[in-house]
């Protein structure tokens, strides 16, 4: 990407500037390096530690507790190398030999692979690591930043996809991660590098931040006004009528009040023995690919085999316009079926509503609503993580305009939001754009390919 390109979309022009070559480089004999800093050392990554490829400890989840001390695992780790702020704890003596020390980087060897965590005992307070993390301690010449912002390279991703070994999850393990190629600039410049790297980031970031917050509030407005439609309709004069649910208020009073799971002239549970996933074959969506209001067929990727498709989907086999719900993990989101060719995993309900009183739009932008999310965790167990059961399904309430209104508030809804569709995907785009700089921008100064030495005294 160039800077041309991300300043097409309005990016700080103090962010995108062109950094200047170092004045000598060398083949690093490495085929993903290429040719790095002359003066720069080509290492293994456990030559720059002074413990090297420590897996972490194995514990069962019947150990975990709200107290004691953090239990890192692979899922607490964001893709930005961040802890969630969400995890469990474990006592202190199951894990004395897994405590983590200030400036150890952490590694995941399986599921998310080369996820990495730089640990800060100031920060993240006691902390022990489990088992599907690799440890590694760097020496004193080694800024442990330093080595953790390597793993954010496109370096890096090369040698993770040239060193996984794909299955139905990507494994690398601690040996071969010990064995991979690390650049290592003299120490004063490291400094200089991640110095720079902190301050050019955060700038991107505070851009990132103001993104968001834009699209949250358009996100909002956008919201408000599809659910005023589908919970008042278009007439501000109609006569209205108490619904008699909570959550509901006054509707107009020609529409029905009914039983969500009445409506449905088809509902299939998909629960039942996880079924046995492979490298390709019939696309699986769980409950990870249930966004609000779409399916993500990014967010995780799993297959089943098609001999085994009839089997997996014998409750019923999803068509175009069904709606899918998500009971746990998370609760509430839902989408309309875009695709035939799917299965169904556990934790998604099947809804085929009955053409003659509903439109799959109209029961889709109502599901999304405030009154029937408000339904559904009313309805809702768990302490960690909320889940409706399917035998509470039946005491949630839709409202049910005539089909001709419901295809009114259905235009209504296009033309009043075509606008912010629009605003709202460019923003997206300008989000992508800012990442993708970010990206390029520190895998070009911790692999040598800009030289920022003197960038180190810049405001």
Partial sequence: ???????????DPTVVRAWKRYPAYKDSGVEWLGEVPEHWEVRRLKTLCLRSALYGANVAATAYTTTGVRFIRTTDITED????????????ELVKDYLLKGGDVLISRSGTVGRA???????HGPCAYAGYLVRFVPSENVLPKFVFLFTKTQAFADFL?????????ENVNGEKYANATWLLPPLPEQHTIVAFLDRETARIDALIEKKHRFIELLEEK????ITHAVTKGLDPDVEMKDSGVEWIGEVPTHWEVRAFTRCAIEQADYRGATPTKTESGIFLVTAKNIRKGWIDYEASREFVSEIDYLTIMRRGLPQLGDLLLTTEAPLGYAALVDRE???LAQRVIRFRMDPSL???????????????QNQMLCQSTGSTVLGIKASKLPQLKILCPPVSE???ILALIDKKCAMPDKILERANRQIALFKEYRTALISAAVTGKIDVRDEGEAA
């Avoid at 190398?81 to 202190?92: A, I, M, Q, R």
């Fill in 358 to 372: 509903f439109e799959p739009r109209f029961v889709l932008y109502s599901v999304l609503s405030p009154y029937f």
């Fill in 161 to 169: 996809q040239v060193t996984a070994i794909s299955s139905t999850i």
């Fill in 1 to 11: 990407m160039s800077a041309g390109d991300v300043e097409g979309f309005a990016i």
């Fill in 81 to 92: 190398g961040h802890l969630k702020e969400t995890g469990v704890f474990v006592p202190e």
């Fill in 341 to 343: 060719d799917i299965a």
């Fill in 406 to 408: 419901q295809r009114q």
């Fill in 117 to 123: 965590f730089l640990y800060d005992s100031g920060e």
């Fill in 222 to 225: 956008r919201q408000a006004l």
